[in-house]
């Protein structure tokens, strides 16, 4: 059974930083690429920051260049998404992704999805 479970999203004030976490079940992690997204309310999932099989290479959203890191350990089948000085547009409900496609940026590009973890950012 695949299972992808967020953690570590929370009520925060502005110019904090946050760790989410990715605790992944059911595949062979170490073959897929990783992702994360986030939804905002009332706007579309996009997405955030990607990272390579064995965490060798990472991507970024233009927008989240700068303050956002994605990170992987294998040994212990688990994804991370570092958020440094988070502005309240960062509210959103953050999702992790899976998928055997190299660099995937794209929502349907992804094979498997948790269920989210909500951020919100006070001013």
Not at 9 to 15: D, E, H, K, N
Not at 24 to 39: A, E, I, K, L, P
Not at 76 to 83: D, E, P, S, T
């Amino acid at each position: 059974q695949v299972q992808l479970v967020e953690s570590g999203g929370g009520l925060v004030q502005a110019g904090d930083s946050l760790r989410l976490s990715c605790a992944v079940s059911g595949f062979t992690f170490s073959s897929y690429c990783m992702g994360w997204f986030r939804q905002a309310p009332g706007k579309e999932r996009e997405f955030v920051a990607g990272i390579g099989w064995d965490g060798d290479l990472t991507d970024y959203a233009d927008s989240m260049k700068g303050r956002f890191t994605i990170s992987r350990d294998n040994a212990k089948n688990m994804v991370y998404l570092q958020i440094d000085s988070l502005k309240p547009a960062d509210t959103a409900v953050y999702y992790c992704a899976a998928t055997r496609n190299y660099a995937a940026v794209t929502l349907r590009q992804y094979t498997y999805w948790g269920q989210g973890t909500q951020v919100t950012v006070s001013s």
